[in-house]
Antibody, heavy 117, light 109 residues
């Protein structure tokens, strides 16, 4: 049973870069069974897929965010990370890390990131 | 980009009633369609994958159907814990790009 846990700052200034890390336990991030990725949810709104990375290192991003997003993996720490650059208030959201196999099978608990000066 | 449209936006029902939620895709997604339940303050939970397969531990009162562009999630008899927001989601074949519908809230009447 996989467990995922997000970590990172809860407050980011406008124009700066949002950085979050997801630590995976109960399984290896080198597994070919899953895409590892990020989903966000602005307060009171719906879900938006941000992007995913496969064990091979291939990355896939939401076209609407692609120019600002980088997802990477650290296999030595069994972690993967999200960087979202040039943030604005519109990027304020709960950010979830997830593992996608048959669907989004496993989710972290989510972490609220607020963009404000 | 495939757009998923869910209807209705809100469904007001009583416990014991049947809930029927719709998800329509802007183009065919074959059977790669999933459904999620989200309760306040919680991460979404996978209910249905590949249009009609229940995920592990999901009660039999939840069922999914459809293919191509029209999909349905049915809750045969609503339990108090089923009042929540439900999202459909698809993944394009290649390159993999995931999209969600805007959600349907099932509320107590």
């Amino acid at each position: 049973q996989l467990q995922l846990q997000e970590s990172g700052p809860g407050l980011v200034k406008p124009s700066e870069t949002l950085s979050l890390t997801c630590t995976v336990s109960g399984g290896s991030i080198s597994s070919s069974s899953y895409y590892w990725g990020w989903i966000r949810q602005p307060p009171g709104k719906g879900l938006e897929w941000i992007g995913s990375i496969y064990y091979s290192g291939s990355t896939y991003y939401n076209p609407s965010l692609k120019s600002r997003v980088t997802i990477s993996v650290d296999t030595s720490k069994n972690q993967f990370s999200l960087k979202l650059s040039s943030v604005t208030a519109a990027d304020t959201a709960v950010y979830y890390c997830e593992a996608a196999g048959i669907g989004f099978d496993y989710w972290g608990q989510g972490t609220l990131v607020t963009v404000s000066s | 980009e495939i757009v998923l449209t869910q209807s209705p936006a809100t469904l007001s029902l009583s416990p014991g009633e049947r809930a029927t939620l719709s998800c329509r895709a802007s183009q065919s997604v074959s059977s790669y369609l999933a459904w999620y339940q989200q309760k306040p303050g919680q991460a979404p939970r996978l209910l249905i994958y590949d249009a009609s397969n229940r995920a592990t531990g999901i009660p039999a009162r939840f069922s999914g159907s459809g293919s191509g562009t029209d999909f349905t999630l049915t809750i045969s008899s609503l339990e108090p814990e089923d009042f929540a927001v439900y999202y459909c989601q698809q993944r394009s074949n290649w390159p993999p790009v995931w999209t969600f519908g805007q959600g349907t809230k099932v509320e107590i009447k």
